[in-house]
T-cell receptor, first 113, second 114 residues
Framework: GNSVTQMEGPVTLSEEAFLTINCTYT??????LFWYVQYPGEGLQLLLK?????DKGSNKGFEATYRKETTSFHLEKGSVQVSDSAVYFC????????????FGTGTRLTIIP | IAGITQAPTSQILAAGRRMTLRCTQD?????MYWYRQDLGLGLRLIHY???????GKGEVPDGYSVSRANTDDFPLTLASAVPSQTSVYFC?????????????FGPGTRLTVL
């Protein structure tokens, strides 16, 4: 079956540091890949997505590239801000499973000033 | 209403009681989903509905039931709550008919079963 493995947290960084959160997946076929973000007390919001190999998703300074050869979709940001503190979820969408999402366990990120 | 609403925001429930979590969306999305979020486990799919009148089981359906009488509403019922159902529950929806459309999430319901 499908699965997503992401870097365990929590992750604590200083403001302006470089961020990487690792995500790898197992899936049949060609899934779409997503990063969702959950700010404190809120539901999940889509941060970025990529629908095919070598696509790069980007939003709010975050980027992730769909790497089919390594089955990875690592999230990166060059300079994090305090406002980026949140829980980040990697997910895949199974095109043969009615687009149901399979999530990783989430990575809590805290940015300190 | 804009997007997805869930009610109640939070609830404390005695074990054995029946509880219905409500979810309403105004985006005319075909597909709707219920997830539970537990620490260290991420989000797990409970039930889903691809269109009004149809439902399907997700990864962790036991102890839960759903109905989809119309496009907008997708209630989740716990017939006889147990402490292991203590969790945060999220409803989501997606516009079907195209590929790779994102799921939109509600704000969640925090449920505690004692």
């Amino acid at each position: 079956g499908n699965s997503v493995t992401q870097m365990e947290g929590p992750v604590t960084l200083s403001e302006e540091a470089f961020l990487t959160i690792n995500c790898t997946y197992t899936a049949t076929g060609y899934p779409s890949l997503f990063w969702y973000v959950q700010y404190p007390g809120e539901g999940l919001q889509l941060l970025l997505k990529a629908t095919k190999a070598d696509d790069k998703g980007s939003n709010k300074g975050f980027e992730a590239t769909y790497r089919k050869e390594t089955t990875s979709f690592h999230l990166e940001k060059g300079s994090v801000q305090v406002s980026d503190s949140a829980v980040y979820f990697c997910a895949l969408s199974d095109p043969f499973g009615n687009e149901k999402l399979t999530f990783g366990t989430g990575t809590r990120l805290t940015i300190i000033p | 209403i804009a997007g997805i609403t869930q009610a109640p925001t939070s609830q404390i429930l005695a074990a054995g009681r029946r509880m219905t979590l409500r979810c309403t969306q105004d985006m005319r999305h075909n597909a709707m989903y219920w997830y539970r979020q537990d620490l260290g486990l991420g989000l797990r799919l409970i039930h889903y509905s691809n269109t009004a009148g149809t439902t399907g089981k997700g990864e962790v359906p036991d102890g839960y039931s759903v109905s989809r009488a119309n496009t907008d509403d997708f209630p989740l019922t716990l017939a006889s709550a147990v402490p292991s159902q203590t969790s945060v529950y999220f409803c989501a929806s997606r516009r079907a008919g195209g590929s790779y459309n994102e799921q939109f999430f509600g704000p969640g319901t925090r449920l505690t079963v004692l």
